[in-house]
């Protein structure tokens, strides 16, 4: 039996775990024994997978002291891969972790990687809400090996990510191979459980995660605009005068009236990834602010209809005095706190430019649909559709099964694995 270790360090942001714990739940439990090493505040994520081993680290933790945990459990259980979840999340996290890319070098274990984004591709540079622009270090070329996750890294032509063999040890895999889907009767009690028992209500969920509502950077517009986020969408949603309920996940509580107009707010800091799933695949509708969320490509394949909203331009509202007096009163106010918002695909990140090459040519960008943030007539017709227009609904749904029957082609985890330890065989 092989042993791997999966190394999940992001502690701002649960999809990088979240696709760590696609990627074990898809391999062969007879072939492959999964360890996972996590910050110990994502410990309760996990929910009651006991099943699995897991190793914490700990920023209450001197970086010697968590250095040394990690260097005795190498050590101690001599893994015959290590895969990092993703090498930049590693890197940066050395701060308090102890450990980098040297640390795993010493060890003479195969280091593979998850390419999120195709990294390469976009020259490893990254530009934060249209103001900053990053150069990161190649770091992927450390590695052994590449997974890039799909369906996000679906780019060009699928002959790229089909089973042709690998280049330069590169592969693209199916992230959620192993989704467990419930039958109607089970989301019907879902959603009596953690969110509604009124029928006649619809639900709309939204997550944000830490580095949502705090930005990437402290800018004054950008960390105004963060707090509008959930009171946008709740008076969007008001608009359109039914009976909805926003469920939000996500650590901001924007204490929204829970009681004025139709659309009631309901907030959880977290749920267990089985739980959320359950919850993600009993609503009507799913809206993110983040092109790349994991939790709207899992959406994507449990069939939900969904919305990204983002921003494609500079807006100044001091110069939009006269067009602002035809918007209603709580976006005017808006606007004046705001002042100024920039381009962002990927929330308060911005990557409006990094992201231009993952999304080109890539078919599951029309798996959902994207709208602009700030268009508000736009938006509000667009969630009128979205919600209740059945035949729209439909055609989405039909679209994303044609997707799914590509989608399926793709390797699986387990099948880039088994390719992963023939070459090590081979190279032995």
């Known amino acids: 039996m092989k042993k791997i270790l999966n190394i999940v360090l992001g502690e701002i942001s649960t999809g990088e775990l979240s696709i760590a714990i696609s990627f ?20 309760m994520i996990m929910g009651e997978r ?23 459990l190498l050590e101690q259980h001599q893994y015959d891969l290590i895969i990092l979840f993703d090498i930049f999340t590693f890197e940066y996290a050395q701060s308090w972790t102890g450990i980098n890319c040297e640390t795993l070098l010493k060890c003479n274990i195969p280091v593979m990687s998850l390419d999120e984004y195709e990294y390469t591709k976009a020259g490893y540079k990254l530009d934060y809400y249209g103001l900053f622009i990053k150069r990161l270090p190649p770091l992927l070329e450390k590695c052994d090996y590449i997974i890039k996750n799909c369906p996000m890294s679906m780019t060009g032509c699928l002959q790229d990510c089909l089973r042709q063999g690998n280049r330069n040890n590169e592969y693209y895999y199916r992230v959620f191979d192993q989704l467990k889907r419930i039958s109607n009767k089970k989301k019907l009690a879902v959603r009596e459980r953690y969110i509604t028992k009124n029928k006649k209500e619809k639900v709309v969920l939204f997550t944000t995660s830490q580095w949502e509502v705090k930005g990437a950077y402290s800018f004054s517009c950008q960390n105004r605009l963060s707090e509008w986020l959930g ?23 924007w204490k ?3 009681q004025e107009g139709k659309v009631r707010y309901l907030q959880y800091d977290f749920l267990p990834v089985d739980v959320f799933e359950e919850v993600l695949q009993s609503i009507d509708l799913y809206i993110t602010f983040n092109l790349v969320s994991i939790t709207l490509s899992k959406a994507v394949m449990f069939g939900i209809p969904s919305l990204v909203l ?3 331009k ?7 005095t006269e067009k602002l007096k035809e918007r209603p009163v709580w976006y005017q106010q808006m606007a004046a706190d705001v002042k100024k918002v920039y381009p962002f695909a990927a929330s308060m990140f911005g990557w409006t430019n990094f992201l231009k090459k993952v999304i080109e040519n890539n078919g599951y960008v029309d798996t959902f649909q994207r709208g602009e943030l700030f268009q508000y007539k736009e938006t509000v ?9 059945q035949p729209f609904r439909q055609d989405i749904l039909v679209k994303n099964e044609e997707f799914l029957k590509k989608y399926l082609e793709l390797l699986s985890a387990d099948e880039v694995l088994e390719d992963v330890f023939d070459q090590e065989k081979r190279s032995a």
């Open 24 to 43: 074990e739940k898809s391999l062969d439990s007879l072939k492959y024994q999964s360890h996972f090493l996590i910050p110990e505040d994502k410990y």
């Open 50 to 72: 006991t099943q699995r081993q897991i190793f914490q680290l700990s920023r209450n933790r001197a970086p010697a002291e968590n250095q040394r945990i990690v260097v005795e």
């Open 231 to 253: 009171v946008i969408l709740h008076e969007y949603l008001k608009e359109l005068n039914e009976d909805i309920v926003l469920v939000h996940v996500g650590n901001e509580n």
């Open 256 to 258: 929204l009236d829970k």
């Open 310 to 312: 983002n921003n494609s």
């Open 314 to 320: 500079i807006i100044d509202f001091g110069r939009l």
């Open 381 to 389: 017709k667009l969630l009128q559709k979205l919600l209740y227009d």
